[in-house]
């Protein structure tokens, strides 16, 4: 069965200080892979995704993410963190490929502090 | 404000009670999924829909149901209700289903407590 593991649950920064969160995923066929945020009290948002080519993906609030086929892992990164980045970050792979549907299977989530 | 809605915000029940939980798609999008969160299990898949008809299956239970209705909002019935039924729900949608990948929208959730 396809899985998703996030191996820090609890992450604490001060601002400014660089962010990786981990992200391995166990899955045999093409992947895409994600990450969501969820900010406090709001809903799951797109930060960025893979699909194919580049591995070095960009997305949005200058996060960005590499893919590494060869050690099954997308983790998250952000050079400087700001207080406004305090979210639940949540890596996810699309594990819908044999039925031509999507269905996205979630890590536990890393909830991410930043202290200002 | 992603464009899907869901309600109640927040439902408080009795372990036995059924209830129904409602999800509104973005305008245009045909898909509907349906997620649990909660404390041990965190983040799963339940089940989808595309254009009224169940697409896909995730852990879903055999006392969950939903269904997609012709105007496209779905709904999630939950019965015979257990405490640890106790999570926050949250629907998604999409413009399509099939093929390369559509993003999924996130609704605000439903915060079920099973008392």
């Known amino acids: 069965a396809q899985s998703v593991s996030q191996h820090n649950h609890h992450v604490i920064l001060s601002e400014a200080a660089s962010l990786e969160l981990g992200c391995n995923y166990s899955?045999?066929?093409?992947?895409?892979l994600f990450w969501y945020v969820q900010y406090p009290g709001q809903h799951l948002q797109l930060l960025l995704k893979y699909f194919s080519g580049d591995p070095l993906v960009k997305g949005i609030k200058g996060f960005e993410a590499e893919f590494i086929k060869s050690k099954f892992s997308f983790n998250l990164r952000k050079p400087s963190v700001q207080w406004s980045d305090t979210a639940e970050y949540f890596c996810?792979?699309?594990?819908?490929?044999?039925?031509?549907?999507?269905?996205?299977?979630f890590g536990t989530g890393t909830r991410l502090l930043v202290s200002p | 404000d992603s464009g899907v809605t869901q309600t109640p915000k927040h439902l408080i029940t009795a372990t036995g009670q059924r209830v129904t939980l409602r999800c509104s798609p973005r305008?245009?999008?045909?898909?509907v999924y349906w997620y649990q969160q909660s404390l041990d299990q965190g983040l799963q898949f339940l089940i989808q829909?595309?254009?009224?008809?169940?697409?896909a299956k995730g852990n879903i239970l055999e006392r969950f149901s939903a269904q997609q209705f012709p105007d496209l909002h779905s709904e999630l019935n939950l019965s015979s209700l257990e405490l640890g039924d106790s999570a926050l729900y949250f629907c998604?949608?999409?413009?399509?289903?099939?093929?390369?990948?559509?993003?999924?929208?996130f609704g605000p959730g439903t915060r079920l407590t099973v008392l």
């Open positions: 305008s245009g999008d045909l898909s």
């Open positions: 829909y595309y254009n009224g008809e169940e697409r």
């Open positions: 998604a949608s999409s413009v399509g289903g099939r093929s390369s990948y559509n993003e999924q929208f």
């Open positions: 899955y045999g066929g093409t992947v895409n």
């Open positions: 996810a792979v699309n594990a819908g490929e044999n039925t031509g549907f999507q269905k996205l299977v």
